[in-house]
């Protein structure tokens, strides 16, 4: 990152920028809109806008927000003295997509994006959408505030309402670090080493709370310049030699060697050497819908199709006879085993995502049995180990099978809805920015890092689309179409979210799977009802969304989007699809309502509804 230093007075607003300040954007469309008339501000004057010049320095291009007077020292400071560039604010019409949006960028870039939200109350909105990035292990840097410390300065009444003690303890259990500093300069410092903590495996989110106080005080002078990238930098651990070379060891003797992959990088590098790492051993691969695609899943040594809840059978088996387990940071390892049942393989586990546990949250799950551990990230360790491995004789296990689900019948499933998608996408290169829980793994080869940016972590529903909406963003102009699958209740949980696209000119292509239920609680009430005898037909009564049903296109359409349906004929998938995506390609933000039948893949139907685990 280029050196930057504070306190140096400079013009401010687009015209008066010299070439060294002039923020380069990713893109040129959004830095066109919500100019701010230049206020001729060229030096920090106040404590926020030291926190400005901070935020500047970390290199983060825009910052998704939702208002408040608590940080409206900050506010000015980004508009009037910043010149509202670098960060560009995003409005949001809920914390909750703020934060999403935030989430959403980084699984995309693997760095994070800056999200704002008011004191107590825009934090209580943003929890959950923190809780999603903290399990999903992305980083992002959310600052908030508190009305003044100093109760001498409160104004009466909200000032107090808006005012708690140690307000960060909302989202602590869930934040990789946070912060309320004292001073301007503290706040540099916080600023710096947030970005910094949460850009640094395992990645998390961040949180500080500025005090008003602080942010409206005038600089009684000015805060010393410092180098700002000398004080963020690069964490990379590597494993050491003797761990690697047993690693390698335990590898190349390997009969039936197989592959956890799971929470890796974006790179198309690391990509390639993870494919090349399992040819290299004819290992078997398993990836998992729960987080981003990591190898190609029509590959022949990729077992199956990829799933949430509930693994294949094949994948099973797979875990069952393999007498070396790889692990590149498989999210739940021991439940996989678990789930598998006898193994008796030795484990290599290669993560980090030990240092994160703490004490509130169980999302680091059961502790798995590991032989070798390498704590390093799995793109640091799969070049080292195929440097170790030297030259292995690969075993040559039968290729694995990769149907595309059947359909039958008249009535239009998921799976039919899923199929007439990926023809009308045909051979564009597109990234599935979310699915959802009725998505079939089967019915979409993932082939690029790209292809499918995973769940949203903490099973937190509503996250689907501020999550898509962050993705569209940090690919917009990346020639890659944002398609989001999302389910009827996640749509409606997080959909003022779209507003945010609509404003900002950022293309994405939603796709409701709407069954009109929260249908994922109609087959735990099917399972309760069969564990007790009672009768299944009453699953539905209180998870259906009909009576009305909604016109989820209208909601769409009212915020900005173009919009279609409800479809509600296989043979119109395809018209409208094309329509959709003709749109999108046009610069719009497309919403397709498809009024899917109720049903899961088998895998997860059966996961969730046998009478005992
Ligand atoms: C914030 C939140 N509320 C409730 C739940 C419980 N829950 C899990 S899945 C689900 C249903 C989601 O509905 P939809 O997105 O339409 O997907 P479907 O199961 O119908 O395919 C619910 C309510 C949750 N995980 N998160
Ligand atoms: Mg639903």
Not at 24 to 52: H, K, M
Not at 53 to 74: E, V
Not at 78 to 94: A, D, F, K
Not at 585 to 597: F, P, Q, T
Request: net charge neutral.
């Amino acid at each position: 990152m280029e050196a930057r230093t504070f306190a140096v007075p400079r013009p401010c607003g687009r015209d008066g920028m010299s070439n060294r300040t002039k923020p380069s954007y990713p893109d040129t469309e959004i830095a066109r809109l919500d100019r701010p008339v230049p206020a001729g501000v060229n030096a920090p004057a106040f404590g926020s806008d030291v926190v400005a010049d901070a935020l500047r320095a970390t290199d983060i291009p825009y910052i998704a927000l939702n208002p408040g007077a608590s940080y409206r020292g900050l506010h000015d400071s980004l508009v009037n003295y910043l010149g509202n560039e670098q960060p560009q604010m995003l409005l949001c019409l809920h914390e909750e997509s703020a934060v999403a949006i935030a989430h959403g960028y980084a699984k995309v870039t693997g760095k994070a994006m800056a999200a704002a939200v008011h004191s107590n109350v825009g934090l209580m909105h943003a929890t959950m959408a923190f809780f999603n990035a903290w399990c999903d292990r992305m980083p992002m840097l959310v600052l908030g505030a508190t009305g003044p410390v100093d109760a001498m300065k409160r104004r009466p009444w909200i000032d107090w309402i808006h005012t708690a003690r140690d307000q960060g303890a909302l989202v602590r259990g869930y934040t990789k670090w946070d912060d309320q500093p004292a001073s301007p300069a503290a706040a540099r410092e916080a600023i710096l080493r947030a970005t910094w903590i949460a850009n640094t495996a395992p990645r998390g989110p961040t949180y500080i709370n500025l005090d008003a106080g602080m942010q409206e005080a005038k600089l009684p002078e000015p805060v010393a310049p410092i180098e700002t990238s000398r004080y963020m930098p690069p964490a990379v651990g590597v494993p050491p030699a003797g761990l690697l070379a047993r690693a390698a060891e335990l590898l190349r003797k390997a009969k039936s060697p197989l592959v956890l992959s799971g929470r890796v990088s974006r790179s198309e590098e690391a990509w390639a050497q993870r494919v090349s790492l399992a040819e290299k051993l004819g290992a078997r691969v398993i990836t998992d819908l729960k987080v981003a695609t990591s190898f190609p899943t029509d590959h022949p040594l990729h077992v199956g199709a990829p799933g949430t809840i509930g693994t294949s059978p094949d994948a099973l088996q797979a875990i069952q006879q393999a007498d070396v387990i790889l692990s590149l940071d498989w999210l739940d390892l021991a439940g996989a085993f678990k789930q598998a049942g006898n193994i008796s393989g030795q484990v290599i586990q290669i993560s980090v995502d030990h240092q994160l546990h703490n004490g509130w949250s169980m999302d680091y799950q059961a502790l798995p049995p590991v032989d070798v551990l390498l704590a390093c990230e799995p793109d640091v360790a799969v070049p080292l180990l195929i440097e170790a491995l030297g030259s292995v004789t690969p075993r040559k296990p039968e290729p694995c099978p990769h149907p595309l689900p059947q359909l039958s019948g008249e009535k239009l499933t998921v799976d039919h809805m899923a199929d007439a998608l990926r023809r009308a996408v045909g051979s564009r290169s597109v990234s599935l920015t979310h699915v959802s829980l009725s998505w079939n793994g089967a019915s979409w080869p993932f082939r690029h890092p790209l292809d499918y940016l995973g769940s949203d972590g903490g099973g937190g529903v509503g996250g689907g689309p501020g999550i898509s909406v962050g993705a569209a963003l940090a690919l917009k102009g990346s020639g890659r179409l944002p398609v989001a699958v999302c389910g009827d209740g996640d749509f409606l949980m997080g959909v003022t979210a779209l507003w945010t696209a609509a404003h900002y000119k950022i293309p994405v292509l939603f796709v409701v799977a709407n069954n009109r239920s929260f249908f994922n609680d109609e087959l735990h009430q099917e399972r309760v009802a069969r564990m007790r005898g009672r009768p299944v037909e009453n699953r539905w009564v209180g998870q259906k969304i009909s009576e009305p049903d909604i016109d989820l296109a209208a909601m769409a359409r009212a915020q900005g989007a173009t919009a279609f349906g409800p479809v509600t004929a296989v043979g119109d998938l395809p018209g409208v699809f094309e329509k959709a995506i003709a749109a999108v390609e046009a610069g719009a933000l497309a919403v397709v309502d498809v009024r899917v039948e109720p049903g899961y893949a088998p895998v997860m139907t059966a996961a969730m509804t046998r009478k005992s685990d």
